[in-house]
C-alpha cells in the first residue's frame, strides 16, 4: 500500500479503536502510526494492541510504527468535603500538605516539590486553567494565593505552574516501568511528557539505549526556552497543544507551533503537531471549517505528521476521522502554492556540507524528468537528511532493518520497505529501480535517482548519487 500522500498520520488507540479489526480498518483508512498513551490502560491493553498493529502491518505490506507516549508527572489537588468547592475571584485560597478534604478557603496540594517552585507573584492554573491563582507568599509546606480567576473545583482536578522548572526526576517511578515494558515489547517511538529541559530527553535516552527512537512532547512554556538543546537530544518532536495552551495564552500557541515546526525542519527532525485537530469527529461524522483548516495549515507548514487523540481513542467515528484527516492533507498537496508556502517555511542550514550530495539530488529531481528517488540506509539518517529537504517526488527509503523502517513511517514523504543490503552497483541499480516500478512509483522506463552510501552497510553519510530507469512495461 502506498500512501497518496506526504505528511503522516497519527492515531491513538483506545477503546474506540481496541482489536485487529479496528485497526487494520485504521491502517488501511491511512494511520501510519499508532499511539500507545500510557496514561490509560493496563499493560497488557498496550501489548495487545501492538500485537494488532504488527497484523495490520503484514495485511498492508507496508510498515507501521508504534509509539509509546508516557505519562509524565502529574500534579493533582487532593479531595474536598463533599467531593467540590467553588471559590471566587479576589479571596484568598491556601494550598497545603494537610491531607484533611479542602473547602473554600484551602486545600491539599500532595507535591512538596510544586512549593519548591514557587515564590510570590507566580500564578497557578487548576482544571486545565479554569481557576488562575496567583501566589501572595509561600513556603515549603503551604502558599497564601488571591482567586484571579474563579470557578467550581472537585477531587483531583490538575495543577499547572506557567513558565516554572519543577524539580523533578525526568521519568516518574511508573514512567521508568512502563518504559521498560514498552521496550521490552519492541515499540518504534517513545515520547517523553512534560520535557522541560535537555537533561530529561538526556535521562530518556540513555535508559533507551538506542532500542527505540525517542520523542519530546514540548507543552511547557520552560521547554521553549531550552527548546535548541532539547531538540539536540531528540529523534524526533511533539507540539502538544492541549497541556501548552494551558500554560500559555491562546494567541502565545500557534507562535510557539510555528517556532518549534521550524526548529525540528531544520535539523531535519520528525515533527507531529497533535490536540484537537479534528476534536469535533469525537461525536460528530463531520468536522468544523475551523479544524479543516486547522489541519490544512499544519501541512501547509510542512509538519511530517498530525495526531489525532480523543478522535480515534473513545470517538464515534475514528475511521472517519482518519479518513477526514487523509482527504484534508491530499487536497492541500494538490495545491499549486503549496510547495511554496511549505518550502518557506523551511529556514536554510548555514553549513551544508554533510547534506551536499542530498541538496543535490534534490535539484537534480527538481531539474530533470525524475518519477522517484530511492535511499539505500542503514540507521535512516540519510533519509532523514532527504525527507528535510521535502522533494516533490516520492522517496523510497529502502533498509535491511525493520526496526529503521518502521520508525521512518513517521517521516514527511518516505515510503520505508525492507530490502537486502546491495552487493555492487549493478545489484543497487536494478533492485531499487525494479521495486519503484512494482509500487507504482515510477512508469516504465521512468527515471529513478538513487542515493547510498558505500561500503554498503556500514553507518555513514550518502557518497553515491546514481541515475537508473525502471523495467520498460
Known sequence: MIRARRARIVATLGPASQGPDRVLALAEAGVDVFRLNFSHGAHSDHAAALEAVRAAEAVIERPLAALADLQGPKFRLGEFKGDKATIE??????????????????????????FAALSPGAELLLDDGKVRLKVSDCGAASANTVVIQGNAL?????????????????LTPKDRDDLAFALRIGVDWVALSFVQRAADMAELRRLV??????????????????????????????????????????????????????????RGLPVIIATQMLDSMT?????????????????????????????????????????????????VERDPNWPGLMDAEHGRVEDEDADALVAAARRAAESGSTACLAVFTTTGVTALRLARERPLQPVL???????????????????PRLAEQPKGLDHLTKGAASLAFDLGLTPPNGRVLILAGTPFGSPGAANLLRLAHAPPR
Open 397 to 415: 527509503a529502502l533498509t535491511s532493518d525493520i526496526r529503521v523502517a518502521r520508525r521512518l513511517a513517521l517521516v514527511w514523504g518516505l515510503e
Open 283 to 331: 461525536s460528530s461524522p463531520a468536522p468544523t471549517r475551523a479544524e479543516a483548516s486547522d489541519v490544512a495549515n499544519a501541512v501547509y507548514e510542512g509538519a511530517d505528521a498530525l495526531m489525532m487523540s480523543a478522535e480515534t481513542a473513545v470517538g464515534l467515528y475514528p475511521i472517519e476521522a482518519t479518513a477526514m484527516m487523509s482527504k484534508i492533507i491530499q487536497r
Open 89 to 114: 475571584p479576589g479571596q484568598h485560597f491556601r494550598l497545603d500538605l494537610d491531607p484533611a478534604p479542602g473547602d473554600s478557603e484551602r486545600v491539599c496540594m500532595p507535591h512538596p516539590e510544586l
Open 154 to 170: 472537585s477531587d483531583h482536578k490538575g495543577i499547572a505552574l506557567p513558565g516554572a522548572v519543577i524539580p523533578l526526576p525526568a
Open 209 to 266: 539505549l538506542g532500542r527505540a527512537a525517542v520523542l519530546a512532547k514540548i507543552e511547557k512554556p520552560a521547554a521553549l526556552k531550552d527548546l535548541a538543546a532539547i531538540l539536540d537530544q531528540c529523534d524526533g518532536v511533539m507540539v502538544a497543544r492541549g497541556d501548552l495552551g494551558v500554560e500559555l495564552e491562546p494567541e502565545e500557541v500557534p507562535v510557539a507551533q510555528k517556532t518549534i515546526v521550524r526548529a525540528a525542519r531544520n
